[in-house]
């Protein structure tokens, strides 16, 4: 299996999360964004990583990953979120902390480790925020997800992806009861310019999310929700 440095791998993550959960191709400024680095940096990376065979690219296109780079992408992310569901599991770690400590425990566990990690956790096939663990021989099983901005008023269905991006929303979520798995109906956006209101489960009252948080949560979508998803799009 081919070594690759660390900030290599961690490029690689990064394009194949971006187009994980929407179609649309990430371009470099776009990538330069996601990592919070200069726009000449990552330029000059999406071109190393073109030599080493891990991306197709041309100037000013977009940046994406062959055969090769999906494979590495697929290990790495098996990694980051097989030691996500560890710490939350075994360590008590809550879900809005355990993004950083994978990152740097990604790159230093072994092979031989990672699979008794994943045998002593019963080989989950989701981490704490609904991403999906790829499995050892790189399968994917990723639920059919409708963004929550998108999904029409009277839309009801479990949530079953919440990014991870930023911690401070995770915490926020949480405080409100809307987690993984919570079932939730779409009452929709008030009048001029009103709050986005859901109900979470049976309960009456109904809470506000903002424009952040209606970028971070999937949902289970319905054939119906989805050909009205499409049809705004």
């Known amino acids: 299996m081919t070594s ?4 290599v791998e961690d490029y690689v993550k990064a394009i194949y999360a971006h187009t994980e959960w929407q179609p649309t191709p990430i371009s470099s400024t776009a990538l330069a964004a ?16 073109g030599t080493l065979g891990l991306v197709d690219h041309v100037p000013y296109g977009a940046v994406e ?29 809550t879900w809005d902390e355990v993004h950083d400590e994978a990152e740097v425990l990604e790159h230093a566990l072994s092979d031989r480790l990672l699979d008794a990690i994943d045998e002593q956790l019963g080989f989950p096939v989701r981490d704490p925020h609904g991403d999906p663990i790829p499995s050892r021989d790189g399968v994917v099983t990723r639920p059919d997800g409708l963004l929550l901005r998108d999904a029409a008023p009277g839309a009801r269905g ?24 919570r079932e939730l109906t779409v009452i929709g956006r008030a009048p001029f310019g009103g709050g986005f209101a859901v109900r ?18 999937w949902i289970a979508a319905t054939p119906a929700e989805a050909r009205a998803s499409e049809a705004r799009a």
């Open 4 to 7: 690759y440095p660390i900030a």
């Open 34 to 49: 996601y990592l919070g680095l200069a726009a000449s940096s990552v330029t000059e990376m999406v071109k190393k990583l």
């Open 65 to 93: 990953l062959t055969a090769q780079g999906t494979e590495l992408a697929l290990r790495m992310l098996r990694r980051h979120r097989l030691i996500e569901t560890w710490l939350v599991r075994q360590f008590a770690y």
């Open 158 to 181: 479990a949530v079953v992806r919440i990014s991870d991006r930023d911690p401070g929303l995770l915490r926020h979520l949480e405080a409100s009861g809307l987690v993984i798995d």
């Open 200 to 217: 979470l489960g049976d309960s009456a009252s109904t809470i506000d999310l903002g424009e952040q948080a209606l970028s971070s949560i």
